[in-house]
């Protein structure tokens, strides 16, 4: 008897719909979740199925299908794409995913498939938020985006290169620019990364797994061209380069406890050592964005300033 009310309490949990996989037909109860999460979605924003229909580029009956969740077969494109149409938030966009396919959807495809929009309404919201929080913290931290393009930076960041000259030929080449290219073409780079060679070989091994991740991006190849233009740049990308990762680097974010010198304009702080962090949330990864956090790891060997001043400095001037 105990076995059975057992296997009756189980049944209903083995025949959940969000345990079927993506490739059985969608269960009734929830296509009807789908159906009416679409439906009112589309209200809210007060738009018409020929109107979704356009944006989405088909047709109005196809259309209709979606919405019924008649559609032959789901893809992660054709999703992303009716989120973005629909202007869905992240909670949203994975209630679409679970009420359509039964799972969770891939944050990184998304990014890699260009179904984001930095410049829409919730995510230039979020990224002020965003913003914000990242001028309460006490230490350098920037956002970038696949080519490293600057998105945003912390006051703490801006402190740190607030000595740098426009660079007087290379566009972008500020650290308010391309962090790729300011690190590899400007002349003040030296003065803030003060090891600069062993910076730019971090860079250059960023480079290269930058462009063969992102082959079809133009921002990337300009790099890429401009560095085999550059003698110096050449030659150390060439044979440098490949040796130092083969010897255990990998690239600017990925090369483990990599320890270099940055040399901060406030001689209280002066040279410290530098540890760069990756520290992404769902968030930013869905928008195709990366945050970087440059750690401060104490003073380099030569520096005057005391252990953790950096930090303190950092910290005291976010209380002022």
Request: hydrophobic letters at 40%; a neutral charge.
């Amino acid at each position: 008897m105990l076995r059975h009310h057992t296997a009756a309490r189980l049944r209903p949990t083995l025949h959940h719909p969000l345990l079927r996989t993506p490739h059985h037909p969608l269960h009734r109860p929830l296509q009807h979740l789908l159906q009416d999460f679409l439906k009112s979605r589309r209200g809210h924003l007060g738009l018409s199925q020929e109107v979704v229909a356009e944006r989405l580029h088909i047709s109005a009956r196809a259309y209709g299908n979606w919405e019924r969740g008649t559609i032959k077969e789901w893809t992660d494109q054709k999703l992303y794409a009716l989120a973005e149409v629909l202007r869905m938030s992240e909670f949203q966009t994975d209630r679409l995913f679970r009420y359509a396919v039964g799972r969770a959807p891939n944050l990184q495809l998304r990014a890699a498939l260009g179904h984001t929009d930095p410049e829409g309404p919730v995510s230039a919201a979020f990224l002020d938020d965003y913003s914000a929080m990242m001028d309460a913290l006490a230490l350098p931290t920037f956002v970038v985006d696949q080519r490293w393009d600057i998105k945003m930076s912390n006051s703490a960041y801006r402190d740190l290169f607030r000595d740098v000259r426009p660079h007087p030929t290379v566009e972008g080449a500020e650290p308010s620019g391309n962090f790729l290219r300011f690190g590899l073409f400007h002349p003040d780079a030296p003065a803030v990364f003060a090891d600069h060679p062993k910076w730019r070989l971090a860079m250059l091994a960023q480079l290269a797994s930058s462009v063969e991740a992102h082959a079809e991006d133009s921002g990337l190849r300009s790099i890429h061209h401009d560095v085999h233009r550059h003698p110096v740049l050449h030659d150390v990308y060439r044979h440098d380069m490949p040796d130092w990762v083969l010897a255990g680097g990998s690239d600017l974010l990925h090369h483990d406890s990599e320890v270099r010198q940055l040399r901060h304009p406030d001689p209280h702080v002066g040279l410290q050592g530098c540890r760069l962090v990756e520290e992404t949330p769902r968030s930013l990864q869905a928008l195709g964005l990366t945050r970087v956090t440059m750690m401060l790891v104490g003073s380099a060997v030569g520096s005057q300033a005391a252990p953790g001043d950096a930090q303190r400095h950092h910290a005291t001037r976010g209380a002022a």
